[in-house]
């Protein structure tokens, strides 16, 4: 006992002579003209490891530092680099209060530099102010603060960018300027990622955990050396970068929805979904017995709905004396989530004198309960040989499982379906399904940057992106019964079950390199000429086996009664199911070659940025096997010239003046290409091989001034002139699924005005941005009139409508309470969108239309100690529905209810 005391003695006293040995350093980086903190700042001392960033206020401390004299230095980007000989001395840490100030923008040629504080907002205001092109920049620190977990939902907070959602999944893309997803570009970190979803050119949003992301940019103008597949903008995920010093950051929470205070979760025993299908295991001649096909997946259960958890966390450093640099990102989400849906089928009334109007013929209320996991994970190693060249290699993998159960109680009210007579009466449907789909997404980039000599640079990439797609054994009954005159009911019966196992995948391989040339042409003036080329090689396949089990007879030839999915007695009707014969089955590639040339010119306060890009195109497709009543394959090949110049006026260092022109093309998915239905979760889609590629002509204007670090205001305006574009029409709809096929509707005009808005008065600030967007296209649809015979005639007659997605009104206001004392964040954020077309109707007068909206969310956080912060995020506090109306009439209607997070997040 004495010993152990003797020892904690000398521990002790050890631990307080090293502490009285050593001193520290500490204070707040503020901004020398506006007096604000600057977050993200590196403190570090000259010729030593290690270092400190400051945090959301600025505040900075370094401990445990050696008794002696220093060189202290601070690095933020746009900034001076602070240096500073200062004497540390032994038990004490001195208060160091620095300011920054802004440096002039100079030519110089081009290095390679390391990034210390790109998360933050004050570096999203400098990128937008310094960009060649118009872009909005949403920082990591905005997405930290917000409500949002994921990048869709951090995204429509950025101006003229809403998020489409398919009924009962989380599946989320953007369109931006009211322009759909087809129009839009998705990178990450600057390349073309590949999708799982066979009916997505794009990768979701919602899979892309914020939390991995240093930034989010929005191009809502093209230069040169961009991609031109981008008529409405191009939205890049820039994953996080190796810092300069020493980073480690994880959080956690934990959440619910409020849709289950109302109703259980309902489930299904996940083991029994089969992986693979009979013809996968047994071969393409295995005829399949009823045994064969597991019932525990049919058997759906209802319990209380788990919370949601999510935990994520940062580390990077670097190495040999700054050379090797890495970051490592890891983010796990496990969600569950519901939502109350009411969807109804319309069809044209061909009642004498209803003039093919819109009716409902069907309605059903369904019920959806989904598990989604996402984990997300990122890494990236550079290694900089000196200041003029750098090898890095990025890896994102991208990880989705969703497990889903749709209970559906359908009844026809048109037609006397089944013997109805009047309301209460007739068949009712039970369309129940359980589904487990998983995605992965691989994005694989090796790239260099190289300065040669004093004027060249020279960079270049190689990109491995692949995704794919598995959904095994996707269970669908289908269960009825009559309700009588006498409301009287018979015993339940089921109609069928289809099983359907379906695989896809997208690949794509493409290399990238530009070379560069930049000169000075006096004190203020500049040239810089810059060419480069991109080939990119991509393919994409389809595979599906589906299997109808139905009923068997009973003994006098009728249907026996369905009490539970153990006890029913049914047949395969297909025992070799579709694996050689599915429509569905396709392969379809795409390759493109582009190279572009660019001159930028600077000319005291103006930069001229011009040049032209030409993109060729080769898609084709083959179905497997050849199906006789389609054209099974087909080739296309087309070449555009994109020429396009961005004017740049700069009104003095905290605004500009901007104009561009440049014009774009939107390429049909490969998917759309193929005349088979591809299956979706709501929405299934027929494919054109007619269907053109898009081109368009895009004007932007745009003033920008940024009086703070953290404030902005932008006020613009756009035109575009859009040939062929790209849209869905109806074709019919079967048990619930509608029928989709992409077609092309003359010519489109789109105009509109942005504006975005933020300041601080004092610890009070608002936040907000409002877009404006009207688009007309004229198509030709079928007009039926009555004349007093009741004869009707159908004639084709031009109607003047929106473009399909696109939304009038998109406002965004957030007011933001921020106590620097405190250290205190509390955002209260609102967002507004008007009617949205969703789909075209093909008789004159009738379109589907997504009414107004509007959102609530509240978030907040609050530092409790050095390194712990607490958040809490509240999302969707209106309760807000999700409907989509035809002739007043309500097509659908969603509900998701109100969700909730409380949650930590610890930083170095």
């Given at each position: 006992m004495i010993n152990k005391i003797y020892l904690l003695f000398l521990l002790t006293l050890f631990t307080t002579v090293a502490?009285?040995?050593?001193?520290?350093?500490?204070?707040?980086?503020i901004d020398a003209q506006t007096k604000e903190p600057l977050s993200g700042a590196f403190v570090h001392f000259d010729n030593k490891n290690g270092g400190a960033v400051t945090d959301a206020f600025g505040n900075y401390a370094i401990t445990g530092v050696d008794a002696g004299q220093y060189k202290l230095k601070v690095k933020y980007i746009g900034y001076t680099e602070y240096k500073q000989d200062?004497?540390?001395?032994a038990g004490k840490v001195s208060v160091m209060n620095i300011?920054?100030?802004?440096?002039?923008e100079e030519l110089k040629t081009v290095k390679v530099y390391g990034t210390t504080n790109a998360e933050s907002e004050s570096s999203s205001r400098h990128k937008e102010n310094k960009a060649d092109n118009i872009i909005n920049v949403l920082s990591a620190q905005a997405m930290q603060r917000s409500p949002d977990i994921n990048a869709a939902n951090a995204l429509q907070r950025v101006s003229a960018v809403t998020i489409q959602r398919n009924s009962g999944s989380d599946e989320a893309y953007a369109i931006i300027r009211g322009l759909e997803p087809r129009y839009n570009n998705t990178l990450i970190n600057g390349v073309k990622v590949t999708s799982p979803d066979p009916v997505s050119r794009f990768i979701s949003l919602s899979i892309v955990p914020s939390d991995l992301l240093e930034s989010v940019e929005v191009s809502k103008s093209l230069t040169p050396e961009m991609e031109g597949d981008a008529i409405g903008g191009t939205v890049n995920l820039v994953f996080k970068d190796a810092p300069e010093y020493e980073y480690f950051k994880a959080n956690g929470s934990i959440g619910y929805s409020a849709i289950f205070f109302n109703r259980r979760f309902d489930d299904f025993y996940h083991g029994a979904v089969q992986s693979r299908s009979p013809t996968e295991r047994f071969g393409a001649a295995y005829s399949a017995p009823p045994g064969y096909f597991s019932r525990a997946n049919l058997d759906f259960t209802k319990k209380n709905a788990p919370p949601t958890a999510l935990l994520g966390f940062t580390y990077g450093r670097r190495f040999l004396n700054n050379k090797l640099g890495f970051i490592i990102a890891d983010s796990y989400q496990n969600q569950f989530y519901g939502t109350n849906s009411e969807f109804n089928v319309a069809q044209p009334d061909i009642r004498p004198g209803k003039n093919f109007q819109p009716v409902i013929s069907d309605v059903a209320n369904r019920a959806y309960s989904t598990q989604q996991l996402n984990n997300g994970l990122s890494a990236h190693l550079d290694y900089k040989f000196d200041d003029n060249n750098k090898v890095s290699v990025d890896n994102v993998f991208l990880y989705t499982h969703l497990a889903q159960t749709r209970l559906s109680i359908d009844t026809s009210i048109l037609g006397g379906n089944g013997g109805r007579i009047g309301p209460g009466t007739g068949t009712v449907f039970?369309?129940?399904?359980?589904?487990?789909?998983?995605q992965y997404v691989e994005n694989l980039k090796l790239s260099g940057k190289h300065v040669i000599e004093k004027h060249f640079l020279f960079d270049w990439a190689g990109v491995y992106s692949n995704a794919t797609q598995n959904a095994p054994d996707r269970a669908d009954i289908s269960i009825n019964h009559?309700?009588?005159?006498?409301?009287t009911s018979t015993p339940d019966y089921f109609d069928n079950i289809s099983r359907i196992w379906q695989k896809s995948g997208n690949k794509d391989l493409s290399a990238m390199a530009n070379i560069g040339y930049k000169t000075g042409l006096g004190e203020k003036s500049a040239i810089e000429l810059k060419a480069g080329g991109l080939y990119r090689h991509s393919t994409r396949y389809n595979h599906q086996n589906e299997y109808i089990l139905r009923p068997a007879a009973t003994a006098n030839g009728g249907k026996s009664g369905f009490t539970d999915i153990y006890s029913a007695n049914f047949v395969v009707y297909n025992q070799t199911g579709t694996d050689q014969s599915d429509k569905t089955n396709y392969t379809a590639y795409e390759d493109i070659t582009a190279g572009y040339g660019e001159v930028k010119l600077v000319l005291d306060n103006l930069a001229v940025i011009g040049g032209v890009r030409v993109e060729g195109t080769k898609q084709g497709y083959d179905t497997h096997p050849v199906v006789l009543d389609i054209r099974s394959n087909a080739k296309k090949t087309y070449t555009d010239v994109l020429p396009s110049v961005q004017l740049k006026y700069k009104l003095t260092e905290n605004s500009n003046l901007r104009a561009s022109y440049f014009k774009?093309?939107?390429r049909p998915a490969l998917y759309e290409l193929v005349p088979t239905p591809t299956l979706g979760e709501s929405t299934d889609v027929t494919g054109n091989p007619l269907v053109k590629h898009t081109e368009a002509d895009?004007?932007?204007?745009?003033?920008?001034?940024?009086?703070?670090?953290?404030?902005?205001?932008f006020v613009g305006g756009f035109y575009k002139n859009i040939i062929n574009p790209i849209e869905f029409a109806l074709n019919d709809s079967q048990n619930g699924q509608l029928n989709t096929s992409p077609q092309n509707f003359g010519t489109a005009k789109v105009t509109g005005a942005e504006i975005v808005y933020s300041k601080y008065f004092g610890d009070l600030g608002v936040s907000g941005n409002y877009t404006y967007t009207y688009s007309n296209i004229k198509t030709t649809k079928i007009y039926t009139s009555t004349d007093a015979?009741?004869?009707s005639t159908s004639v084709p007659r031009l109607q003047s409508r929106p473009l399909q997605g696109q939304t009038g009104d998109v406002l965004n206001l957030s007011l933001l309470y921020k106590n620097d004392k405190q250290k205190a964040f509390v955002q209260l954020a609102y967002t507004y969108t008007s009617k949205t077309l969703s789909l075209i109707y093909p008789n004159y007068g009738y379109d589907y239309y997504q009414q107004p909206q509007s959102f609530l969310a509240l978030s907040g956080e609050k530092q409790v100690a050095k390194h712990f912060v607490l958040t809490a995020k509240v999302n969707n506090l209106l309760n807000t529905p999700t409907t989509v109306l035809i002739n007043n009439l309500v097509q659908s209607k969603d509900l998701y209810n109100v969700s909730f997070n409380l949650g930590f997040r610890y930083s170095l």
């Open positions: 502490s009285a040995q050593t001193g520290g350093i500490k204070g707040q980086i200062i004497t540390i001395t300011t920054l100030s802004e440096k002039p039970n369309d129940n399904r359980s589904n487990i789909q998983n009559l309700i009588n005159p006498d409301f774009s093309i939107a895009n004007y932007d204007i745009r003033y920008e001034l940024f009086p703070g670090k953290e404030q902005q205001l015979n009741g004869v």
